[in-house]
């Protein structure tokens, strides 16, 4: 009788992954990079332990969106008190902020666990096609 194999945390093998996101649909990246955080392409997959790789964007924005959603969509947080919601074009936070786009993003499709703040520090984004992670990367480049 076979036993399934869970992994330990101690057993896990990351890889560095590069994703170019040259002309690419936005979501269309991150549901890529959210399985690869998450592990899920893996046959060691463990749902309960952190098996994912790294995960580098470059040319962050140089991503496509379809429709009018750069113009008509928002970003807002909220401190809790009265009166001091603050909110971000989609465009603004693509032209000034790019890591923290993708971040609040991906974030929404992980698990909403403890797991999920080990998952998301893996991600690493730069608007450029320069990165300095070169001595990490295993991985095929532009994935």
């Known amino acids: 009788m076979r036993m399934t194999k869970t992994i330990k945390p101690n057993e896990v093998q990351r890889d560095w992954i590069v994703v170019d996101a040259t002309g690419k649909k936005f979501g269309r990246i ?5 399985t690869l955080l998450r592990g899920k392409h893996k046959p060691c997959f463990t749902p309960n332990v952190d098996c994912g790789d790294f995960v580098i ?3 962050a924005d140089k991503v496509e969106f379809s429709g009018t959603k750069t113009e008509s969509k928002f970003y807002h947080r909220h401190s ?3 009166g001091s919601v603050k909110s971000d074009k989609l465009a603004d ?11 609040l993003a991906v974030r929404g499709m992980l698990p ?3 797991l999920a703040k080990d998952m998301i520090k893996k991600l690493k984004v730069y608007a450029g096609s320069e990165h300095p992670h070169t001595a990490q990367v295993s991985k095929s480049e532009g994935k």
């Open 30 to 34: 991150l549901t890529e990079v959210a």
């Open 57 to 59: 964007i470059i040319n």
């Open 112 to 114: 909403k666990t403890n």
């Open 80 to 82: 809790g008190y009265f």
């Open 93 to 103: 936070l693509l032209a000034n902020n790019p890591a923290k786009l993708y971040k």
